[in-house]
């Protein structure tokens, strides 16, 4: 399952952006789905994540009610609207792909097989 991540660019801090994680080849209705950045120097980190069937997400502390993740599984796309984005949000933004398991811990990088290119977002202060 190919992912292409999308939508990233520059933006001062307390704008907006979204980003999209498209599948292509295989439908992504039997993946749960996450999202994690990379900063230069840093190491990858969590960002959110969503089960299966859309119905439950998690999210990183850091993130939490200024970021919102949802699906179309049937458009194959999972979206990741980021809003109030602060400089320290500043990274490379990957997505990535796993068979869902219900006993899997999203957050762990090493838990998905399927990577996508990231797409860098910028926040100027």
């Known amino acids: 399952v190919p992912l292409q991540a999308s939508g990233g660019g520059l933006v001062q801090a307390g704008g907006s952006l979204r980003l999209s994680c498209t599948a292509s080849?295989?439908?992504?209705?039997?993946?749960?789905m996450g999202w994690f950045r990379q900063a230069p120097g840093k190491e990858r980190e969590f960002v959110a994540a969503i089960r299966m069937n859309g119905g439950i997400t998690y999210y990183a502390d850091s993130v939490k009610g200024r970021f919102t993740l949802s699906r179309k599984n049937a458009e194959n796309t999972v979206s990741l609207q980021m809003n109030s984005l602060k400089p320290e949000d500043t990274a490379v933004y990957y997505c990535?792909?796993?068979?869902?398991?219900?006993?899997?811990?999203?957050?762990?990088?090493?838990?998905?097989?399927?990577w996508g290119r990231g797409t860098q977002v910028t926040v100027s202060s």
């Open positions: 990535a792909a796993r068979r869902s398991s219900y006993y899997a811990t999203l957050s762990i990088p090493a838990n998905y097989a399927l």
């Open positions: 080849g295989r439908t992504i209705s039997s993946y749960d």
